[in-house]
C-alpha cells in the first residue's frame, strides 16, 4: 500500500525540480543574452573606432585606437577588415589567422558566433561601412570562453542551490504533512478502541476531508452491529422454542432410540446457547481475548457436562487481543474443546501461543483415532463412531475457519495424554494493534 505522504513528497518533489529547472535553463538563457548584448556593444564601439582609422587618410586599421589586447597574438580579441576589392586587415592579435567575415552593405550590422585562431568560441560583430576609396565591413570579435565558464559556474551553483531548496521545500512539506495527519490520530485510536471492543463509534469532531468517510464507517459499524445481534437473537429465540417441544417429546416417548435422538437434539441446543451467551459478553466484532475468551469456553463446557467431572487445563501465552474476530476463534476452539469432552476419560488440556503465528493445541486423554482415519476427520458429516453424540460437523467447521485465516489444522496422537491432538496454526500481524 502506497503512503499519502510518500505520494504528496513525490508529488511536491516533482513540481519544484521541474519549476527550479525552467528557472535555471532561463536564467542561464538570459544571463547569456544579457552578457551577450553587452559584449556586442563594446565590440561595435570597437568596430566604430577601427572604420574610423581605415577612413582617415592614412587608412591604416592598425592606428585605431583600440585597446593594446588586440596587439597582442591570440589575446582573444580580434579585428578583421574586408574590403570590397578584396584587400583584408587583421589586427596583430590574428597573427597569420583569418576571421569568416561575411560582405554587408554600408549601414547593416550583425552579431554572429565563429571560431577563433585557436578554435575557441567566437562572438562576432561586423558592420559595413562606406568611404570614398570604397566599401569595406570590419568584423570585431572577442573570445567567450571566459563568459562561458562563469555561465557553467553560474549554472552548477544554481543547480546545487536548487537541490538545497528542493531538500528544504521537502522537509517542511514533512513537517506540515505530519502536524496535519497528527489530527487524525484520535481517528486511530479510536479504531483501536472499536477493535478492543471499548468503543462503538468513531469520533465526529475530525478534519472536513475525512468526515464523510468516518461517517460512513459509523454507519457501516451500526448496520453490522444490528444485523449480528438480530442473527443472535434469532438463533436463541429459535433454540429456546425447540426446548420446550422438546422436553415433552422426552416425556411422552418411551422408544429408547427416539429418546437417544431427542436427548441428541436437546444437547445441540443447550451447547448454542452456552456458546452465545459467551459470544453475547463482548461486542460484534471485537477482537479475540485468548486470556478470557479460552477460560469462558471451558468454564462453559465443565457446567455443560458436569456429570462427566473432566479437568480442564490451559496454558495462553499471547498478548491481551489477537487480530482474529472474536466470533470465529470461539466457533473453532468451541468445536475442539466439546469434541474433546466427548471422548476424554479425565483431562483436556489447552495450549494457546502467538508469536505470530497463532499456535493451538488441543488434547484429550481418550481413545484417540486411528492413523489410517486422521486424514478423514475434516469432512464434514463423518462420524467415525456413531454411537458417540454429534452430528459430525464441528472439525469440519474448525477446518474451515482456518483455512479461511489462511491457516492449517493437523491431527495426531497426544505424546502426553494419548488421545486425539487438534494442532491449528493461523498466521497474524506482528503487531496485533498496528493499523
Given at each position: 500500500m502506497r503512503s499519502l505522504e510518500n505520494q504528496l513528497r513525490l508529488s511536491l518533489s516533482t513540481l519544484l525540480i521541474a519549476v527550479l529547472a525552467a528557472w535555471l535553463l532561463g536564467g542561464e538563457w538570459a544571463l547569456r543574452q544579457i552578457a551577450e548584448q553587452f559584449v556586442a556593444a563594446r565590440l561595435a564601439h570597437d568596430a566604430r573606432a577601427v572604420a574610423a582609422a581605415v577612413a582617415s587618410p592614412a587608412g591604416d586599421a592598425e592606428r585605431a585606437t583600440l585597446p593594446p589586447i588586440y596587439h597582442q597574438p591570440f589575446s582573444g580579441h580580434y579585428f578583421q577588415v574586408q574590403r570590397a576589392d578584396g584587400g583584408v586587415q587583421r589586427s596583430r592579435s590574428l597573427w597569420d589567422?583569418?576571421?569568416e567575415v561575411p560582405a554587408l552593405a554600408p549601414g547593416d550590422?550583425?552579431?554572429t558566433s565563429g571560431q577563433g585562431p585557436r578554435q575557441q568560441p567566437l562572438l562576432l560583430w561586423c558592420e559595413g561601412f562606406s568611404h570614398e576609396q570604397g566599401d569595406f565591413t570590419v568584423a570585431i570579435a572577442e573570445d567567450m570562453t571566459p563568459l562561458n565558464a562563469a555561465l557553467t559556474r553560474f549554472h552548477l551553483i544554481g543547480f546545487a542551490l536548487s537541490l538545497a531548496v528542493v531538500a528544504l521545500l521537502l522537509a517542511v512539506q514533512r513537517r506540515l504533512l505530519r502536524r496535519a495527519f497528527r489530527r487524525l490520530d484520535p481517528v486511530r485510536s479510536?479504531?483501536?478502541?472499536?477493535a478492543l471492543g471499548a468503543e462503538g463509534h468513531l469520533p465526529e469532531q475530525v478534519p472536513q476531508e475525512v468526515q464523510p468517510l468516518v461517517?460512513?464507517?459509523?454507519?457501516?459499524?451500526d448496520a453490522w452491529r444490528e444485523h449480528l445481534q438480530r442473527s443472535r437473537n434469532s438463533l436463541g429465540n429459535l433454540a429456546h422454542a425447540l426446548k420446550g417441544p422438546l422436553h415433552w417429546l422426552l416425556r411422552e416417548t418411551d422408544d429408547e432410540d427416539r429418546r437417544a435422538q431427542l436427548t441428541r437434539m436437546s444437547t445441540l441446543i443447550e451447547r448454542e446457547l452456552t456458546r452465545a451467551r459467551v459470544a453475547g459478553r463482548g461486542t460484534p466484532g471485537q477482537w479475540f481475548r485468548p486470556q478470557a475468551d479460552v477460560a469462558d469456553l471451558l468454564e462453559a463446557m465443565t457446567k455443560l457436562y458436569p456429570e462427566r467431572g473432566l479437568r480442564m487445563r490451559q496454558r495462553v501465552e499471547a498478548p491481551e487481543h489477537l487480530p482474529?474476530?472474536?466470533?470465529?476463534?470461539l466457533e473453532l476452539l468451541g468445536n475442539l474443546i466439546e469434541n474433546a469432552t466427548k471422548w476424554a476419560r479425565e483431562e483436556i488440556r489447552v495450549d494457546l501461543s502467538y508469536g505470530p503465528p497463532l499456535e493451538l493445541s488441543v488434547e484429550d486423554d481418550g481413545p484417540g483415532v486411528d492413523p489410517s482415519h486422521l486424514h478423514d476427520l475434516p469432512e464434514r458429516g463423518l462420524r467415525l463412531d456413531e454411537a458417540a453424540p454429534g452430528h459430525g460437523?464441528?472439525?469440519g467447521i474448525v477446518h474451515d475457519i482456518a483455512?479461511?485465516?489462511?491457516?492449517s489444522v493437523e491431527f495426531d496422537r497426544s505424546p502426553s495424554l494419548g488421545g486425539l491432538r487438534v494442532r491449528v496454526s493461523c498466521p497474524g500481524a506482528a503487531d496485533p494493534l498496528a493499523f
Open positions: 589567422s583569418s576571421l550590422h550583425q552579431s479510536q479504531i483501536q478502541r472499536i461517517a460512513a464507517i459509523n454507519h457501516l459499524l482474529f474476530e472474536r466470533e470465529d476463534l460437523l464441528g472439525l483455512r479461511l485465516y489462511g491457516g
